[in-house]
């Protein structure tokens, strides 16, 4: 048994190194390899301290490993935070693999027969010898079908899994176990909209301040949006340090230039940052970027992913937490806000008509059309998308009583919580720890995710805008201008330079008759469509070009064998 650990440290930096051993000394001690951080951990320690455990430490890891001295493979249910860890016992030779309940932090894993491989990054396991960089027919599905979102679970490269977001995994040497610790769970809500507000404001404020705890200095991403305000916000009633509280946005050169509304992205984030800026008070770093800094970056976001990624908004992550990390090791984002509250314009839709498929589909993932119908045929594209929309939707319990309206807007909150966020913290996650920055998210707090789960769909879009309950619970601590500014989704590069570039990308492409997928990509659609012959899709150019650009750098950098 083996463990190695590359360390971020925000707790205790100078103590809390890892591995940490119960006891150096011991000749069978329990061994613990964790990343992220337990908001609880103060009160769990008090606990322990007064079941008679003793600390050498004052960090979150020792408390998770005496933790589970103290109550065993129970112990991951009192944990409060974004966490994932591998725990040896030596005594019991048995190995624990646990993940956070909104699967915050990643950890895969490849069994084989002697025994069990794992990491919090797939290169981690592709760097051993027996894991190759293979994708068998499921995981080509669920690139071409699915991706950058995923099935629970699925690791893309043939073999490898991911412990799913609130789940553990006990090996032995002879049994594996997994159990769900932590699932969502459909009860009728009672609170009425007053009572509502202020739970929802009450759960918000304790999650906030139970996050700004750290050793090191912490940071805000801010983007002029409700989540994001509203989160510096609540952070300034608790801030009692003496300096000013330090803010990042992002943006492009020329962004006013090249920008056209869109149901995503109805105006610029600039303005509503500069009036947030000033109300509060912020130490601002307004972070510009071009063309030639995303494409210079395109490696760096491969990289960090092992996988294809989403272009331009993976890049410019990479960027700007590369910026963050030269002062700030912690940093604090708004990402769940959006699936907890029904801040996409497909929440809405559900609240009149039942899905039929992935609504986030034909704006973000891999564009059906350029995929060649026998090779769609071959991997049963189609069936395979349908039928893991269908198991998605039959895991969402149903309310007694709820009418079928009420129940449409649960199935979305399910999917966009269960199928869609967690590709959000993916890339967030990713890109973040890439620059050796720790993204702490509040509105995937255990609480308050369990507490606005059950808040009925009608009730969350109050007064007709989307997230009307959070908008309500901040009434008075934002300007309405900020608090009432419709949902913009992340800044994305829209100009010219960076449109004639995938074009160039494109090109090149369908001349390459030799790269791993060149059988599966309909190059002679794309060229028609490059040619203005076919009409392109929808989306932006950057996304549906982004995405088979992204295909083909990944095949070229991490060659995988289709099997």
């Known amino acids: 048994m083996s463990l190695g650990h590359c360390r971020l440290a925000v707790i205790d930096p100078r103590h809390a190194s890892q591995p940490m051993l119960s006891s150096p000394d011991e000749e069978r001690p329990i061994a613990l390899s964790f990343g992220g951080e337990i908001y609880n951990y103060r009160e769990l320690?008090?606990?322990?301290?007064?079941?008679?455990?003793?600390?050498?430490?004052?960090?979150?890891?020792?408390?998770?490993?005496?933790?589970?001295?103290?109550?065993?493979?129970?112990?991951?249910?009192?944990?409060?935070?974004?966490?994932?860890?591998?725990?040896?016992?030596?005594?019991?030779?048995?190995?624990?693999?646990?993940?956070?309940?909104?699967?915050?932090?990643?950890?895969f894993y490849y069994e084989y027969s002697n025994g069990v491989l794992f990491s919090s990054e797939p290169k981690g396991l592709l760097g051993h010898p027996l894991v190759e960089a293979a994708v068998d027919r499921e995981g080509l599905a669920e690139l071409l079908g699915l991706w950058p979102y995923k099935s629970p679970g699925h690791g893309i490269y043939r073999g490898v899994k991911e412990v799913k977001p609130g789940e553990l995994i006990v090996f032995r040497r002879d049994t594996?176990?997994?159990?769900?610790?932590?699932?969502?769970?459909?009860?009728?809500?009672?609170?009425?909209?007053?009572?509502?507000?202020?739970?929802?404001?009450?759960?918000?404020?304790?999650?906030?301040?139970?996050?700004?705890?750290?050793?090191?200095?912490?940071?805000?991403?801010?983007?002029?949006?409700?989540?994001?305000?509203?989160?510096?916000?609540?952070?300034?009633?608790?801030?009692?340090k003496t300096y000013p509280v330090n803010t990042f946005s992002l943006d492009y050169e020329d962004s006013e230039r090249d920008f056209v509304s869109t149901p995503f992205r109805p105006d610029l984030d600039k303005p509503y940052v500069h009036d947030i800026c000033r109300f509060l008070g912020t130490s601002h770093t307004e972070f510009v970027l071009n063309s030639a800094d995303i494409h210079a970056a395109e490696m760096s976001a491969l990289a960090a992913r092992d996988l294809p990624?989403?272009?331009?908004?993976?890049?410019?992550?990479?960027?700007?937490?590369?910026?963050?990390?030269?002062?700030?090791?912690?940093?604090?984002?708004?990402?769940?806000?959006?699936?907890?509250?029904?801040?996409?314009?497909?929440?809405?839709?559900?609240?009149?008509?039942?899905?039929?498929?992935?609504?986030?589909?034909?704006?973000?993932?891999?564009?059906?059309?350029?995929?060649?119908?026998?090779?769609?045929?071959?991997?049963?594209?189609?069936?395979?998308?349908?039928?893991?929309?269908a198991d998605s939707v039959r895991e969402v319990e149903r309310v007694e009583g709820e009418d079928l309206r009420q129940h449409n807007s649960r199935v979305m909150s399910y999917l966009d919580l269960t199928r869609f966020l967690p590709g959000q913290l993916e890339r967030k996650d990713r890109a973040s720890m890439a620059r050796s920055v720790e993204a702490r998210v509040p509105f995937c707090d255990q609480d308050l995710v369990e507490y606005a789960w059950n808040i009925p769909g009608s009730m969350k879009s109050c007064d007709g805008i989307e997230k009307g309950i959070l908008r309500e619970a901040l009434c008075g601590s934002l300007p309405d201008r900020v608090r009432l500014r419709r949902k913009a989704s992340y800044p994305t590069l829209l100009n010219v330079a960076h449109e004639a570039y995938l074009r160039r990308q494109m090109l090149r492409l369908i001349a390459d008759q030799d790269w791993a997928l060149a059988d599966v990509i309909d190059t002679e659609r794309l060229s028609g469509v490059l040619a203005g012959d076919l009409p392109a899709p929808a989306a932006r150019p950057s996304v549906w070009m982004g995405r088979i650009w992204s295909l083909y750098r990944w095949c070229e950098e991490y060659d995988p064998r289709m099997a």
């Open 309 to 389: 990624d989403t272009g331009d908004m993976d890049a410019s992550l990479i960027l700007l937490f590369g910026r963050i990390s030269e002062n700030f090791p912690v940093c604090i984002t708004g990402e769940g806000a959006d699936e907890l509250f029904g801040g996409y314009p497909w929440f809405c839709e559900a609240l009149t008509s039942p899905l039929q498929s992935f609504p986030w589909q034909p704006y973000l993932c891999f564009n059906r059309n350029f995929i060649r119908p026998d090779a769609a045929a071959q991997i049963d594209l189609d069936e395979y998308v349908a039928q893991n929309f």
């Open 45 to 107: 320690r008090r606990t322990l301290i007064s079941l008679g455990h003793s600390f050498r430490t004052e960090s979150d890891t020792e408390v998770i490993l005496r933790g589970y001295i103290e109550w065993g493979t129970s112990m991951p249910l009192r944990l409060r935070g974004m966490f994932s860890f591998a725990l040896w016992d030596s005594r019991e030779q048995l190995l624990l693999l646990v993940r956070d309940p909104l699967g915050i932090k990643p950890l």
């Open 176 to 240: 594996t176990r997994r159990t769900a610790y932590w699932g969502l769970r459909s009860l009728r809500h009672t609170d009425g909209p007053k009572e509502t507000v202020a739970r929802v404001g009450q759960l918000l404020d304790t999650a906030i301040s139970s996050q700004l705890t750290a050793d090191v200095p912490l940071a805000f991403l801010l983007s002029g949006g409700l989540d994001s305000s509203g989160l510096v916000t609540i952070a300034l009633t608790h801030w009692k």
